[in-house]
């Protein structure tokens, strides 16, 4: 008796709210001079600050106060002249001082804007997510749990803390409501996600990569009746940690809310927890009673005033828009909405762009990538820039096919070895003998030998029957495994059986 | 002036994470009574036109440079450690939610 | 030996007549010998005091240039951390813990060659004014052992009274260097909010908490001073701006033309009437010297006790936190399948003292959602109040003053059972803390009453904490040769002395 989603529509419209988390990727930590690297052995980057210890203090990262504002611009936001850190007061094992610091009712960058475009019945449609806040705060550490079920809380005989990522800066950027996105909502949802994740690298404050964490989302969504003004209850997703989860976690919490409405049950304000396997969310542990979080100004740390000169010298630093880029670049390169669009979704801009500034053709550089590049990747389940193929690899492939020094087909070898580790695509060709034939001669009595097998398609090609020349080129290019120029066989053969050969 | 039941003061017990006794609770419950008619004169000025200093300090902007500096040992960090493993801190189990 | 001045012991090592180790041996030597009747220690470091000691003699011996209290002992706070020795802030739940590092405050210690003898007892985590709330048991007063020494750093101004330590520091939150100093008839500086480094202070109330000098008299206080202040990086909070002239004002001590504020609301009812003659005599003294003495209102400071009652609670609930059970100190109740939060929440209850306890609870209650504007926001208000109120009186005076305490050392136990009744000794202290300035205790005699210690406050604007100095060291010269001697000379002789 499950609800279809078209169901759902019919009846319902969807509330979004989004909260992303974002790890910047400064050198040191948010508020103590810890290294931030990535996957540390446990507890190698601590210090007093970061685990709480008695009498250690905090001092601000400038660099993550830079970070945040120049993110407040790129998302439109007003940054505020005067904001303060506070304290989050609770009590969790992963927090070492039991409260974090954040930011409260004095935000850095407030009253933004994003405009996410998506693909609707109607064509291209521009949705403008609103953004309330952009703050700083710092990250938790990791718990691992043992015993019991596998890395669950629930039935673990106890934890295993490390630290290295507690104190880590994050930037939180919470939307205002999203109402209006009707059938559309979880695919908003997605490309706002994507579309932040866009901006914060051409900004290089984080290297946003959802499956290392270093970018988070929590899908806030209520569902109201079509028509009604008061909004209803929500639940929030957390632990939504892919492009795919976004648009999977808020489609399905959409589903599950309409059916518990339909039935006439209550949605009940919680956490869920969202599972990447089953793409259903499950309810987290429900508090007895509300956490009160007691925030008040952090007395350790002193108050952040930008001053309009510190604003306009980070603004002069914004890198183009992506929204502009990718406008520019699909001029610029002549592409289609529907070849841009994969190439967006396949996230190979960067990469077919970086192609392009080492000289090699836009079109050819996006057909490799998302041609054999992209089956060879889906192929070991990887991303295209996961591979070791480079674009530096691609633009010497894309070269030497247009010098006629490799086919096509002999280019697809080259890309498959030098994906598979066998070296740079010329050490590839050296190594696996790859060369197009262009000893005349040789080609010749490949012809030959291809008549001979074939007299009667030859006849064909003598009364002028041309389009049966390509069962002999194929039969030429198989004797020469490849190595011949098609074009050039073409050429020679009919020349021989006396045809023009334009 | 309201005044704090035992179970006002269990609440706050909780939030504050001490598992307190009930003759605790009750002592404590009639304390806070006085302690809070006698703190709760700063209402008596504090009108809304007066702006809140939550800090002595005239300060701005106290920031340091995004420089890493050598860390702790792993074996500092978890030389007061009630308990460890592997590199860790090891802790009870948590009944919280998953983070 | 150990009964002069540091700035004596200095001169003495520069001498030739005594060096860092027989200085440090004869003051590890008078701790064994009397801290059973004043328990003035938590822990005696001798081992590192005797290095520390030889490392100052023999760099002394190689003729490089050293510091003015170089080679000089110290008994430092146990509130604040030092590498590899036990700091326990005066509580259970910090028994055992040896902090992986320095604080600030001991790092200058260490570079300048002074001596630390060891970690002073204080009513735990730095509440209360008695030091009664120790965990470890309360410390006496060297001048009478059935009373308090003050608090909350009781054990630091006890060890110089007794003659275990010519020097200490202690820490200031409402009063906590300044009250046990009066009580012990020593002197105590806490410096303007930001001129100390708090990094690696045990925070008991972050926006007040500052630490400071302890001696017995106004020089060595000076001098120490001098080693402790200074802009650390470490500390958001510290004041990037050059160290006050301390020295060279407590060795003029000259008030001649300055302007003495007395604090109309800081006298009067509450105090002891031998606390008030020693103050009218201390302003006659001053106005011998030169100083003009004028009378300046701070009408919003009779609120200022019960603002700190809100402030400080409500930053303690919060900064006490962190222990938790989890990375450091004592974990009780870790038994087959209890959870974190039940072991957090049962080593909290029997690691914190009743009046932590009772601190917790109350900042918790003023932070809660419906309470927060009624309780903290309009305590933070009354805390502009008084910064107006200082501003204006200032206007009028280069310094003002008050009696320290209203009231000399009472008996050990007589005011534990009465919150309240034990707040108001910090009724004239609290005031400096809410407004980040300077505040300082100078002994100005007995109450004839019942033959104890007085003391007599100093309160300078923000960095400007020399004037403390001006004064103090003003109105120490005027009573020393009032009294021939220093006022420690009379102090009883505790029976291990003898």
């Not at chain 2, 003759?23 to 036109?49: N, W």
Request: aromatic share 6%.
């Amino acid at each position: 008796m499950s609800l279809t989603y078209d169901d759902v529509i019919a009846k319902y419209e969807p509330v979004l709210g989004l909260e992303v988390h974002v790890e910047l990727n400064t050198n040191s930590k948010m508020f103590c001079s810890c290294a931030t690297v990535f996957g540390g052995e446990p507890n190698t980057q601590t210090c007093p600050v970061c685990l709480g210890m008695p009498g250690a203090l905090p001092v601000v990262n400038e660099k993550a106060i830079e970070s945040t504002i120049l993110i407040g611009l790129a998302l439109n936001c007003s940054i505020a002249p005067f904001s303060r850190f506070s304290r989050k007061n609770y009590f969790y094992p992963d927090m070492p001082k039991n409260f974090q610091i954040s930011q409260y009712d004095e935000p850095i960058c407030v009253n933004g804007y994003v405009d996410v475009e998506i693909e609707t019945d109607e064509g291209q449609k521009t949705f403008r997510v609103e953004i309330e806040r952009v703050h700083m705060e710092e990250d938790t550490g990791k718990s691992l749990h043992v015993g019991g079920a596998t890395g669950r809380i629930h039935g673990a005989d106890y934890s295993l803390l490390d630290y290295n990522r507690a104190g880590i800066p994050l930037v939180e950027i919470v939307t205002k409501i999203v109402p209006g996105t009707g059938r559309y909502a979880p695919e908003v949802a997605k490309a706002y996600v994507a579309e932040l994740r866009d901006i914060l690298r051409s900004l290089g404050v984080s290297d946003v990569r959802m499956e290392q964490g270093s970018l988070r989302c929590d899908a806030n969504v209520s569902l109201r009746l079509i028509g009604a003004t008061t909004l209803g209850t929500r639940s929030e997703t957390k632990n939504v940690n892919s492009l795919r989860s976004v648009e999977r976690a808020v489609r399905g919490e959409m589903i599950r809310h309409a059916e518990r409405l339909n039935n006439g049950d209550r949605v009940v304000q919680e956490t869920r927890h969202f599972q990447e396997d089953t793409g259903l969310t499950r309810s987290g542990r429900s508090k007895e009673q509300a956490e009160d979080y007691r925030y008040f100004p952090e007395p350790d740390l002193v108050p952040v005033a930008p001053d309009a000169a510190w604003i306009e010298k980070l603004r002069a630093t914004l890198p183009e828009q992506p929204t502009l880029r990718r406008k520019r670049l699909q001029i610029e390169w002549a592409v289609p909405d529907k070849e841009m669009n994969a190439m967006i979704n396949a996230d190979a801009l960067d990469i077919v762009e970086a192609t392009v500034k080492l000289g090699a053709d836009p079109t050819r550089a996006r057909g490799w990538w998302l041609g054999e590049i992209s089956r060879i990747a889906n192929e070991k389940a990887v991303a295209v820039t996961e591979l070791t193929i480079t674009p530096n690899d691609v633009a010497q492939i894309v070269a030497l096919v247009a010098q006629g020094e490799l086919t096509d087909k002999l280019a697809r070898q080259v890309v498959e070895g030098v994906i598979a580790g066998e070296g740079s695509p010329q050490q590839v060709i050296d190594a696996r003998g790859l060369k197009v034939v262009s000893d005349e001669s040789a080609l010749m009595a490949a012809i030959e030998r291809a008549i001979a097998a074939q007299p009667e398609t030859a006849e064909k090609i003598r009364n002028g029957h041309i389009p049966a020349a390509g069962a002999l080129i194929g039969a030429v290019m198989k004797d020469t495994k490849g190595q011949a120029d098609a074009a050039r066989v073409r050429e020679l053969l009919l020349a021989h059986l006396g045809q023009p050969t334009t | 002036m309201s005044s704090l039941s035992r179970a006002d003061v269990a609440n706050l017990a909780r939030l504050a994470r001490i598992d307190m006794t009930d003759q605790e609770l009750d002592s404590l419950a009639t304390e806070m009574d006085v302690i809070l008619g006698a703190v709760a004169r700063v209402q008596e000025v504090a009108t809304p036109d007066i702006a809140p200093t939550s800090h002595p300090l005239p300060l701005r902007n106290v920031t340091r440079p995004d420089v890493v500096e050598p860390s702790l040992t792993p074996e500092e960090a978890l030389s007061g450690a009630p308990a460890s493993e592997d590199q860790r801190f090891r802790v009870p189990q948590i009944l919280g939610e998953e983070a | 030996m150990i009964t002069r001045s540091a700035h004596e012991m200095s001169s003495a090592m520069v001498s030739g007549e005594i060096t860092s180790q027989e200085l440090t041996k004869k003051h590890l030597e008078r701790i064994s010998a009397v801290d059973k009747e004043v328990h003035a220690f938590l822990h005696v470091d001798t081992e590192g005091a005797m290095s520390q000691a030889k490392a100052v003699d023999d760099a002394r011996a190689r003729g490089e240039k050293l510091g003015p209290l170089a080679g000089v002992p110290l008994a430092l706070k146990d509130v604040l951390v030092q590498k590899g020795i036990p700091t326990t802030c005066g509580s259970k739940i910090l028994e055992g813990w040896r902090p992986p590092y320095d604080a600030t405050v001991v790092t200058r210690l260490k570079n300048a060659g002074v001596v630390i003898l060891g970690k002073t007892n204080m009513d735990e985590f730095a509440m209360g004014s008695s030091t009664e709330n120790s965990a470890y048991g309360p410390t006496h007063n060297p001048w009478d052992l059935s009373r308090i020494p003050g608090g909350s750093g009781g054990g630091s101004s006890a060890s110089l009274a007794a003659f275990q330590a010519p020097l200490a520091i202690g820490t200031d939150t409402g009063g906590s260097i300044r009250q046990p100093a009066a009580v012990t008839g020593t002197v105590g500086v806490k410096p303007t909010y930001g001129g100390v480094s708090r990094y690696g202070l045990v925070a008991f109330s972050s926006s007040l908490d500052q630490a400071g000098p302890c001696a017995r008299t106004v020089l060595d206080a000076a001098l120490l001073h001098g080693v402790i202040a200074g802009h650390d990086p470490k500390d958001a909070t510290s004041i990037d701006s050059p160290v006050p002239q301390v020295v060279a004002a407590a060795r003029s001590g000259d008030v001649k033309g300055m302007k003495i504020g007395v604090v109309k609301e800081l006298n009067g009812d509450g105090y002891q009437a031998g606390v008030r003659s020693r103050f009218e005599e201390s302003l006659e003294h001053l106005a011998k010297a030169g100083a003009e003495i004028v009378e300046v209102s701070c009408p919003n400071f009779e609120y200022a006790l019960a603002a700190y009652y809100l402030i400080a609670p409500s930053e303690c609930s919060s900064n006490l936190a962190r222990f938790d059970a989890m990375r450091y100190g004592l974990r009780v109740g870790d038994s087959d399948g209890a959870s974190a939060e039940s072991v957090m929440n049962f080593t909290r209850e029997v690691g914190f003292g009743r009046e932590v306890k009772r601190r917790i609870i109350l900042g918790t209650y003023a932070l809660s959602s419906g309470y927060f504007d009624a309780y903290y926001g309009s305590a933070q208000k009354v805390r502009t109040l008084i910064m107006q109120d200082f501003t204006n009186a200032f206007t009028k005076a280069d310094v003002l003053v008050s009696p320290t305490s209203p009231t000399t050392a009472f008996k050990i136990g007589e005011k534990a059972n009465d919150p309240l009744a034990m707040y108001l000794n910090d009724i004239a202290t609290i005031p400096v803390n809410m407004a980040g300035i300077g505040g300082m205790s100078v002994p100005n005699g007995l109450a004839p009453e019942d033959n104890l210690p007085v003391g007599f406050q100093i309160m300078a604007p923000a960095m400007q904490d020399q004037r403390m100095y001006s004064v103090g060291a003003s109105l120490e010269a005027s009573l020393l040769s009032q009294w021939g001697a220093p006022l420690l000379s009379k102090i009883p002789a505790l029976a291990g002395s003898k």
